[in-house]
């Protein structure tokens, strides 16, 4: 048996003997139509399961009200919370969120934000992946007048809108909090040079040794690729120093974890470690991070999504010029572990 074709507003519009238009802005509840009006028409659109077309209304506004989502990994409790955020706003502001994980993978995220160009998608939300290195490939946003903000992991280029964490300060208030626990000789497992927050944590390290008048050690700074196996080469590098550290400052939690187990197989339990993301999951473990950074992902990606659609409904001001870019840094905050 062949289902019975969707009801159009003409049929609705015939059956009533009013015009189409008619039918279209009392279902939209416009105030050029009176009230009894509005009812017969809607009473009799629910009587026939009336759904209204997408694809009209998607070209009646030239939107899609679709957005696009490209981060590293779901799984990653930082990235789970960011995309509440960013549901959130979509939810209210009455847009669909389309959702893509690059699995740190450049080929991938470039093949992605391809797609999504396809999907025609009214804007696109990013974190970059930690193996991104060249960002041509968001290029074809930009011809095509479509924004895109990034968000949390932040590509070095100009021009861009973004959502970040302050990890400067972030990593400054880390450190100076083990200073003053009498630590002297403090080690950073920090992520890729590709990443921009890995030179703000960076920047963060130095300037706290700075401001306590010590002398920085470049040596003591390893990047990995964040993964369990580049985090123990690092570990194995960290502790065969010659000016073994008694604290490390890892770039997230899972690194963090990663270094701690490994350290705890060495019976090496009385290294200090503060961390980034401040990870629900840590407060439940035996041996944790004494600090953490937190980052706010909800906060981040709800931030960026307003923008992004506050970008697809204003994309231009009044002179046809180009908007100023949107640069929020949301400040980050030292949390002290529950350990003893």
Known sequence: MIPDKPTTIKEIAKILKISVSTVSRALNDHSSIGLTT????KKLAEELNYEPNQRAIQFLHG????IGVILPELSE???????????DVAYKRNYTVLLAQSHDDADREKSLVAKMKTQRVDGLLVSVSKTTSTYEHFDVFKKSNIPVVFF???PPIKDIHYVSSNLETGTFDAVNFLLKKGHRTIGMINGPNTLLASHERKEGYIKAMTANRLKFDPSLILNCDL?????????????????????IVTFNDYVALFA??????????DIDFVSYANLPIINYMDYTPIASVEQFPYKQGKKAADILID???????????EQAYYNVIVESELVLSNRK
């Open 38 to 41: 509005k009812m017969r028409v």
């Open 63 to 66: 939107k899609s009200f679709v």
């Open 77 to 87: 409790s930082f990235f789970s919370a960011a995309i509440s955020g960013i549901e």
């Open 152 to 154: 949390d992991r932040i």
């Open 227 to 247: 993964s369990e196996e580049g985090t123990i080469v690092a570990m194995d590098t960290m502790l065969n120093h010659r000016r073994k550290p008694t604290a």
């Open 260 to 269: 701690m187990r490994y350290a705890k197989t060495l019976k090496l339990e």
């Open 311 to 321: 970008l697809i409904n204003k994309p231009k001001n009044e002179s046809g010029t």
